[in-house]
C-alpha cells in the first residue's frame, strides 16, 4: 500500500507539473499572436532562421521561447502518459485524460509548425487555440483527479456522494460545449483583426458573433453556479466548482470592459492575455465539472474511492 500511495503522490506532482507547463505554453501562443512574433523564426521548423539557436530579436526570442515551453510540454505529457497507464491501472479515467493531454499537444504543436511553414487562415488558426484549449483542459483533468486519488488512498474514506439529475447533469455538458465554441468566436476574432479580416464569408463579423456568443455565456455561467451550489449541498467539490466558475466569468466581463477603454497597446497587450487566460481557465474548470457529473449520473454505478476499496 505505501508503494502504491507512493507512486500515486509522484504521479500527482508530475500531473501538477505538467499543467503549469501546458498553462505556460498557451500563455505563449497568446504572446506570440498579440506580439505578431510567428514569423520571429522565419518560415523554418524546428530550426529558428536556420539556426538552433535563435538571434537575438525581440520576436525570434518569444517565438523560440514558446516552442521550447511547448516542446517541454510535450515531454512532460509523455511522462505523465506513461506514468499513468503503469502506474494507476485501476484509473482508466485518468489514463485517458493524460492520453489526450499528449495527443492535443501534439495535434496543436503539429498545426503551430505549419502555420509556421504555410500561411494559415484567421478560421484555422483560431483552432489552433480551441486545440491548445483542449490540451490545457485534459491536463487540468488529469491534475485534479490525481490530486483527489491521493487524497482518497491517504485518509479516512469518504462516503460515496449521491447522484445527480440527468437535467444537471445535460446542462452542464451542453454549458461546456457552448463555452468552446465561445472560446472559439473569441480566438477567430483576435486572429481576424491581426490578419485584418472584418467578416467571415461576407456574413457576420466576428466581432458582433463574439460579443452576441459572450453575452449568453454570462448568463450561461450565472445559471451553472447557482444551480450547482444551490441544489447539491452534499457535493462540496461541484458547489466549489460553481462558485469558482462564475468568479472567472465575472472576471472575464470586468477584463472586457477594461478593453474597451484601454488605449494604450503595452498594456492593452496584457489585458487582452489575461482574457485569454481566464476563459481557457474557466474551460478547464467547466470540462473537469462535466466529468465530474458524468461519474455521478443516474444511469452509472458508483464507484468507491481508493480508501474504500482497499
Same mark, same amino acid.
Given at each position: 500500500m505505501n508503494s502504491l500511495n507512493n507512486k500515486i503522490r509522484i504521479l500527482k506532482w508530475l500531473a501538477l507539473v505538467t499543467c503549469i507547463v501546458m498553462f505556460l505554453a498557451t500563455f505563449g501562443g497568446g504572446v506570440v499572436t498579440r506580439t505578431d512574433?510567428?514569423?520571429?523564426?522565419?518560415?523554418?521548423?524546428?530550426?529558428?532562421?536556420?539556426?538552433?539557436?535563435?538571434?537575438?530579436?525581440?520576436?525570434?526570442?518569444?517565438?523560440?521561447?514558446?516552442? @521550447?515551453?511547448?516542446?517541454?510540454?510535450? $515531454?512532460?505529457?509523455?511522462?505523465? !502518459? /506513461?506514468?499513468? &497507464?503503469?502506474?494507476?491501472?485501476?484509473?482508466?479515467?485518468?489514463?485517458?485524460?493524460?492520453?489526450?493531454?499528449?495527443?492535443?499537444?501534439?495535434?496543436?504543436?503539429?498545426?503551430?509548425?505549419?502555420?509556421?511553414?504555410?500561411?494559415?487562415s484567421a478560421a484555422v488558426m483560431g483552432l489552433h487555440f480551441g486545440f491548445a484549449l483542449i490540451a490545457f483542459a485534459s491536463?487540468?483533468?488529469?491534475?485534479?483527479?490525481?490530486?483527489?486519488?491521493?487524497?482518497?488512498?491517504?485518509?479516512?474514506?469518504?462516503?460515496?456522494?449521491?447522484?445527480?439529475?440527468?437535467?444537471?447533469?445535460?446542462?452542464?455538458?451542453?454549458?461546456?460545449?457552448?463555452?468552446?465554441?465561445?472560446?472559439?468566436?473569441?480566438?477567430?476574432?483576435?486572429?481576424?483583426?491581426?490578419?485584418?479580416?472584418?467578416?467571415?464569408?461576407?456574413?457576420? @463579423?466576428?466581432?458582433?458573433?463574439?460579443? $452576441?456568443?459572450?453575452?449568453?455565456? !454570462? /448568463?450561461?455561467? &450565472?445559471?451553472?453556479?447557482?444551480?450547482?451550489?444551490?441544489y447539491h449541498p452534499h457535493h462540496r467539490d461541484i458547489r466549489t466548482l460553481g462558485v469558482v466558475s462564475v468568479v472567472l466569468i465575472i472576471l472575464q466581463v470586468v477584463i472586457g470592459i477594461i478593453l474597451l477603454y484601454v488605449n494604450r497597446p503595452e498594456i492593452y497587450m496584457f489585458i487582452v492575455l489575461g482574457h485569454m487566460l481566464v476563459i481557457a481557465s474557466l474551460f478547464s474548470i467547466l470540462a473537469y465539472l462535466s466529468y465530474r457529473v458524468w461519474q455521478l449520473s443516474p444511469d452509472r454505478k458508483l464507484v468507491p474511492t481508493q480508501a474504500q476499496r482497499t
Amino acid at each position: 500500500m505505501n508503494s502504491l500511495n507512493n507512486k500515486i503522490r509522484i504521479l500527482k506532482w508530475l500531473a501538477l507539473v505538467t499543467c503549469i507547463v501546458m498553462f505556460l505554453a498557451t500563455f505563449g501562443g497568446g504572446v506570440v499572436t498579440r506580439t505578431d512574433s510567428g514569423l520571429g523564426c522565419g518560415r523554418e521548423f524546428p530550426l529558428c532562421n536556420g539556426k538552433l539557436v535563435p538571434a537575438h530579436t525581440i520576436a525570434s526570442l518569444i517565438e523560440f521561447s514558446h516552442r @521550447s515551453v511547448s516542446a517541454m510540454a510535450g $515531454i512532460l505529457s509523455i511522462a505523465s !502518459f /506513461v506514468g499513468f &497507464l503503469l502506474f494507476m491501472k485501476h484509473r482508466k479515467d485518468l489514463q485517458l485524460f493524460s492520453l489526450l493531454t499528449l495527443l492535443f499537444v501534439i495535434i496543436q504543436g503539429a498545426m503551430g509548425a505549419l502555420a509556421v511553414i504555410f500561411s494559415q487562415s484567421a478560421a484555422v488558426m483560431g483552432l489552433h487555440f480551441g486545440f491548445a484549449l483542449i490540451a490545457f483542459a485534459s491536463a487540468t483533468m488529469m491534475t485534479l483527479g490525481a490530486w483527489q486519488e491521493h487524497a482518497d488512498s491517504r485518509y479516512t474514506p469518504r462516503l460515496i456522494p449521491g447522484r445527480v439529475s440527468r437535467s444537471y447533469r445535460n446542462f452542464i455538458w451542453l454549458s461546456t460545449i457552448y463555452t468552446y465554441i465561445a472560446v472559439y468566436s473569441g480566438a477567430l476574432l483576435s486572429h481576424s483583426v491581426i490578419q485584418k479580416v472584418v467578416n467571415i464569408g461576407g456574413f457576420i @463579423s466576428p466581432l458582433l458573433l463574439h460579443q $452576441i456568443s459572450a453575452g449568453l455565456l !454570462f /448568463v450561461i455561467i &450565472l445559471a451553472v453556479g447557482h444551480y450547482s451550489y444551490r441544489y447539491h449541498p452534499h457535493h462540496r467539490d461541484i458547489r466549489t466548482l460553481g462558485v469558482v466558475s462564475v468568479v472567472l466569468i465575472i472576471l472575464q466581463v470586468v477584463i472586457g470592459i477594461i478593453l474597451l477603454y484601454v488605449n494604450r497597446p503595452e498594456i492593452y497587450m496584457f489585458i487582452v492575455l489575461g482574457h485569454m487566460l481566464v476563459i481557457a481557465s474557466l474551460f478547464s474548470i467547466l470540462a473537469y465539472l462535466s466529468y465530474r457529473v458524468w461519474q455521478l449520473s443516474p444511469d452509472r454505478k458508483l464507484v468507491p474511492t481508493q480508501a474504500q476499496r482497499t
